[in-house]
Structure formats: C-alpha cells, structure tokens
C-alpha cells in the first residue's frame, strides 16, 4: 500500500515530449484520479506507474524505494483496462483466477496439452476455488462464473476486469477509464461500486477519467492535466473552490466557470451564485438557452460579449429565450485570475466588486 511521488517525471516519444517536469506526492491509500481532455498525457502517466511504459526522466517511488526499473508483476499493481481485456474462451472463474495461474507460470506450461492440464488442475484447486468464489461475491458475479465474456452486459464485463485486478491482492489498484464504454446508467451505478470497493480494500487507486463528474465523485484527490503538464493538484473541493487557474475553473464544474473580464482581470464565479430574474438591479444581460432538469434549472445567458456565461438555479424556472434579463452574482468564494496568464490571483481589486 505504497506512498507514491513524481519526481520530475517526463515521457518523450521521439522529439515529442507527452510528460514534463511531473511533480507529486500521493500518501497512502488515496484514491487519485489523474484528469484531463483527451491527449493529455493521463493514460500514458498511468502506464508509467504499471511499468508498461518507460519513464525518460525523472524518478518514481513507492515507499521511497525507486520503482523506474522494475518490471510490472515485481511492482506489485493490478491494471485494468478501459477495453476490459478478457479473454473470449474461458469462462469468468478462468478469467479472474488468471492472475493466480500466471503467478505459478513455468516456462514448460506452453506446450498445448501440458497448458490445458496445468489450468484445469489449478482451477481445482480449493485455495484458489476459495479466493475466486470470495471476489466473484464482492462484485456479485456468483452467478455467472461459469459464463463466457461473450454472453455478459457491459456492466458485468467490467465487474470481471475488476475482480480479475482484486484477486491478486495487489498494492496499488490502476484504473484507465474503466467506464467509458458503459451508458449512463451503467456508468452511476459502476461509480458507485468502484467507490465501495475502495473503501472495503482500503489501498492505493489510480484512476484515469476525462469526465469530471468522475473525479469529483470518486476521488480523494485530484492532479488535473493539460498538455502533459499538472494545472493543479488537490481534493475535489480545493479544486472545485480555489482553481489554480482558469483552464482548471473551465474545466471542473458543470457548468463550467462563470469568466467575467473586469478592469484587466477575469472574476470567476461558479453557476450556482449567479441569480436570474426580471427585477430591476444587477446586470443586464439575455437569455439563450434554458435545461430544465428536474430539481434545479440551468439558463444560458449573454451579457455585453457573445460569450456564454451560466446561472444553476433551483426549482423550474421559465425564461423565454432571447429575453431581457436582469444577472445578480454572489460574490462570496469568487475567484479571480490574470487576464494575460490565466493563474489564479491572490485577492481580487475593490473595483471587481459590485
């Protein structure tokens, strides 16, 4: 249940450079999740951590001992994969005991006959029969080990991918977007269940997501990534409250950040401090675009610029679109960052104040 810290890591693919200048310290039995768009390097980052790709510079640790030159199966991780990686042929028992059988793997095992022995004797086993039967509860498979993959929902596939990393009991849990080929409701019901499983095993998880509902759901911290590059590390609340900058208070949040340019600065203020309503007062602005979802109303509106800016308000609001609106801004918690660099200022001048 190792202590994880980036030291400087960077990863360069020919004259690219995909990872620069990666420094963090993870303490033990964390859930991170490692976020960012597509391209930015997260995946990659991950594989470093499993061993599966090499690191080009800097230095990794678990525990403070350097893990750079080790192989996979000496660092003691289980990885499961956004494409489940099950094998069609065997059944779900096989599937998840296969980290068991390759654990006891010898080199004469590849002939066919030997092969197909070798797997059925282990498969018998009761130590192993045991620790399979144990895991396929947890993530309620019993009924179907002796299934094929081929014959299991998205969901139920992934449960397999999962179990199949639990058996081992390894050290460290890595996760590369386990959810994205789930629907919606698979997806809720997977985060769920990824987020009991970490609390019942109590170890180290790396996750990998670019949805930010799943980091901010999910993780106990968060690095979010852009380029290659940490825009910011910390719980969900500090980087949902305090962002670094302004690609990370677009970025987390749904809506995104409100970014208001006032007097050289840019004033962020989160959708759910922004009040719509057709009294006189506060700013004027226009309607664009209204979600009613349910319990709370999202309105798209327009001030002075084209730009889109987002109120969240409670309740089943109705304002015509293209309509007149009067904007009101809770200023408590706003933040507010440089115009030209986009960090995140210190305290924010008198005359951003309404």
Same mark, same amino acid.
């Given at each position: %249940?190792?202590?994880i810290r980036f030291d400087g890591i960077t990863k360069d693919f020919g004259d690219t450079s995909v990872i620069r200048n990666f420094d963090a310290e993870v303490p033990d039995e964390e859930f991170l999740v490692l976020l960012g768009p597509s391209g930015c390097g997260k995946s990659t980052m991950l594989r470093m951590i499993a061993g599966l790709t090499d690191i080009s510079g800097g230095s990794l640790e678990f525990d403070g001992v350097r893990v750079n030159?080790?192989?996979p199966r000496e660092r003691r991780v289980a990885f499961v994969?956004?494409?489940y990686a099950l094998y069609p042929h065997m059944t779900v028992r096989a599937n998840i005991a296969f980290p068991l059988l390759m654990s006891r793997f010898r080199w004469y095992h590849h002939f066919p006959v030997v092969n197909r022995l070798m797997r059925r004797r282990f498969l018998r086993d009761p130590s192993v029969r045991e620790k399979v039967e144990e895991v396929a509860a947890m993530m309620e498979l019993t009924g179907q080990l002796d299934r094929r993959p081929k014959t299991l929902?998205?969901?139920q596939r992934q449960r397999v991918a999962v179990a199949r990393a639990l058996v081992?009991?390894?050290s460290l849990y890595l996760l590369d977007e386990p959810l994205s080929n789930l629907d919606a409701k698979l997806r809720t019901q997977m985060r769920a269940e990824i987020s009991a499983l970490y609390q019942r095993v109590r170890k180290s998880f790396v996750y990998v997501t670019h949805d930010q509902v799943?980091? %901010?759901? %999910?993780?106990t911290r968060i690095i979010v990534m852009n380029e290659g590059v940490i825009q910011q590390y910390g719980t969900p609340k500090e980087i949902y409250d305090r962002p670094a900058n302004t690609f990370v208070a677009r970025f987390i949040g749904s809506p995104p950040m409100n970014l208001l340019p006032r007097?050289?600065?840019l004033l962020g203020v989160r959708a759910e401090k922004?009040?719509?309503s057709a009294e006189p007062g506060g700013l004027r602005g226009q309607v664009v675009v209204v979600e009613h979802l349910g319990a709370e109303t999202v309105i798209a509106f327009t001030l002075d610029s084209r730009e889109l800016h987002y109120a969240r308000m409670p309740g089943d609001v109705t304002f015509p679109p293209g309509s007149e609106c009067r904007v009101d801004l809770d200023l408590s918690g706003a933040s507010w960052f440089d115009a030209e660099t986009g960090e995140r200022q210190a305290s924010s001048p008198a005359s951003a104040r309404q």
């Open positions: %249940m190792p202590k030159g080790l192989e994969f956004q494409s929902s998205g969901g081992r009991e390894p799943e980091a %901010m759901t %999910m993780g007097d050289g600065g922004v009040t719509i």
